[in-house]
């Protein structure tokens, strides 16, 4: 018997770089990473953006969520990051391998997002 075609895909090594978030916090990607979600912060497993990580992912939609923001980016068929053009003041990456996360939060001049907010 065959696998479904999700057991099939490839999972593709993505880095994800927040060290540029001033004051260090804590990150997640739901469902792959720890949850930040905890009682104490401070003893959690989930990842400080004060260092970049290595995640392994599938091609399909995730989110990327800190305490201050979140939000929705892609991995394609091909191994590499998609995301909305808004996000490209606080976000780089788009067609690499590497998620660069710049603002704490993801429209700072006010204004709404033009992505959808819930996946």
């Not at 979600?37 to 953006?49: C, I, L, V």
């Not at 606080?90 to 959808?116: I, Q």
Request: proline share 9%.
């Amino acid at each position: 018997m065959a696998e479904p075609r999700e057991m099939q895909a490839k999972l593709y090594s993505i880095t994800i770089d927040a060290t540029s978030l001033v004051s260090p916090s804590w990150w997640q990607v739901p469902g792959v990473t720890p949850s930040i979600w905890t009682y104490d912060p401070e003893t959690s497993d989930a990842y400080r953006t004060s260092e970049s990580r290595d995640v392994q992912l599938k091609p399909g939609t995730y989110k990327f969520v800190s305490f201050t923001f979140d939000f929705p980016f892609e991995i394609t068929a091909e191994g590499t990051l998609q995301y909305a053009r808004s996000l490209n003041q606080c976000v780089e990456g788009r067609g690499t391998r590497t998620l660069v996360v710049k603002c704490k939060r993801t429209y700072p001049h006010g204004g709404e997002p033009d992505y959808p907010v819930a996946p």
